[in-house]
């Protein structure tokens, strides 16, 4: 077998790489704050006023420090430390992200079953509870926001959720245009938030300075020795300063770790820590203000701007969540997780900027259903935190594996260092339980739908290809019996699709049992999604001369890229592969027909669910981006 390598030009990932070399390093600072930023900067809205409200508490000095002690540790160890310094080292080729880190993990783990299966699982799992998360994240922040109506007139209260669904619906329509105009909004309106909360916290901080002792984390620990009930459920309340966190680590790719770093360091952190601090300097003067410590450490004369302000900034939020399911779905699909959907890009210029229609209405039917479940963000926020804290929980796993088994660090700084991170997202997760029954419930059964979903999709695929492989037989063998009985060959060139890398693929015995007859060339052609997150284009395609004009193709993709065959054969012919006719090549592809069965590779209920899956999936020939006059369907039914 006679291997040939050929370079498929990447021209455009390759002008975007080189632009983002070329970018100032204060605009990709913008840019992360326009991006990664939204969700956490948009919780001083309601983390204060929650954290009262949930644990019931009057509020003095006594309460209110240990609270805002614990509010400033948790961004300090969870948010600074844990994943600014830690958690964006363990980048996967410079991506990052919950299945940008487990297609690293499983990498590292190949070697070691039980722990790659493990591992899994685990990112499985993980990426569900994103999914959870990214339902929550815009409901709560627009809210959040838009309830700063009961503050500028009472009377508009029952307008709160009308205009949110409305705010709601605007955004998730507005999706299939892009976002790249509205995008270059996102970093200065940002800026201008933060730049805001900053200003107001420190107005508020002036009138009662001596909140600035809640720094000191005796409080924090005094309140937790005495009231270790009570202190479990504030910790629970007091995590949600921390949501967004996972933000950080999903945009690394985006960005870099270093203008996201920046960015907190320098921006985000001091003004959340001043906001909050400012809120709570309020509530020791005038603890009525609990009903909204937001809106009111502002100036009358600015509640209504501070609304408008508000709520695009909770858009913001809301819009990078939903960029962000579409990306982790288009990764699951590739790394094998998800069926094929559509997905349409809506930028010449940015790959990274795309849409999947069943995605955005799936996310916008689900939000609109949990405002109308908990119309308020009080009772919203008690469903808020168990999707989050249990994602943190599971990264900080993963990357113990990653420092072992990739860094080689020693046990000893592993325990010091993720072990510590570990134990923590262990409290935060246990302590955000208590809000199961009140609402924590909502998230759960959404991730483990989607979970269910996720491995259902990748079991079901391979006993699948199983099956397939049971009735087919090797591509050597078949060549050598073509020499043997020679089948009638036709012009012209049949690229055939098959994700079996050594297997005659289902549509081609299909086709000769009912045609008896062969291209004069024939090509197998194998798509390969790597488990890294781009494929350098030097590497992209390799094609092996097999024999009596058959060939072996092999397409490498990573987890990132944009699957494009009809590409893939234009650089072919450009690098001068001596095929005349491969402009004209009709591609076959099996259409799989699934009838479940009981005792078959599930249980029937989950093959009956592979089987819609299967059914509703997009068509592979959309997928791959190949004219549908050049595609032949070849049907058959396999009982699972």
Known sequence: MKSFSYEVNQ???DDRSSSHGKSAFSVLMLGALGVVYGDIGTSPLYTLQQSFAQTHMAITADTLFPLLSMIFWLLVIVVSIKYVLFILRADNRGEG???????????????MPRLCALMGLAGILGGSLFYADAAITPAISVLSAVEGLHVIAPTLEHLVVPVTLVILFVLFSVQKYGTGKMGVLFGPVMLLWFGTLGAFGVRGILDAPRVLKAINPFYALHFI??????SFVAIGATMLAVTGAEALYADMGHFGASPIRTAWFFIVWPCLVLNYFGQGALLLTKPAAIANPFYLLAP????????????????????AVISGTYSITRQAMQLGYLPHMSVLHTSEKELGQIYMPFVNWALLGLTTFIVFMFPSSDSLASAYGLAVTGAMLITSIMVIAVMRLKWRWQWKWILATAGVFTAIDAV?????????????????????????????????????????????????????????NPSVRVPGT??????HHNMVPSAMMLNMRHNKMLHERVIFLTVIFEEIPHVAHENRIHIYTLGDD?????????????????EAMHYCLQRGMDF???????????????????GGAMPFWRDLLFSIMKRNASGAAEYYKIPADRVVEVGGMYEL
Not at 98 to 108: E, G
Not at 550 to 566: A, L, R, T
């Open 580 to 598: 005349d006719n491969l402009a004209q090549a009709s591609f076959y592809f099996g259409n799989e027909i699934i009838m479940p069965v009981a």
């Open 225 to 230: 020795h005495i009231h270790p009930l009570v």
């Open 11 to 13: 021209k455009l990932a």
């Open 300 to 319: 009358k004369i600015f509640h209504v701007p501070l609304l408008l302000l508000a709520t695009a900034a909770t858009i913001i939020a809301s819009q």
């Open 494 to 499: 049949a690229i055939y699709m098959t994700p």
């Open 550 to 566: 058959f060939y072996k193709m092999d397409v490498h993709y990573g987890f990132n890229d944009e699957p494009d065959i009809s």
């Open 97 to 111: 992200g919950n299945l940008a880190l487990l297609a690293l993990v499983l990498r590292l783990t190949r070697p």
């Open 428 to 484: 935060l997760f246990s302590a955000t339980t208590t809000k199961f029954m009140s609402g924590g419930a909502m998230p759960v059964t959404v991730a483990v739908m989607i979970f269910t979903a996720l491995t259902t999709w990748k079991k079901g695929q391979a006993a699948l290809d199983d099956r397939i492989s049971s009735q087919s037989v090797s591509i050597d063998q078949f060549i050598r019996e073509s020499r043997n």
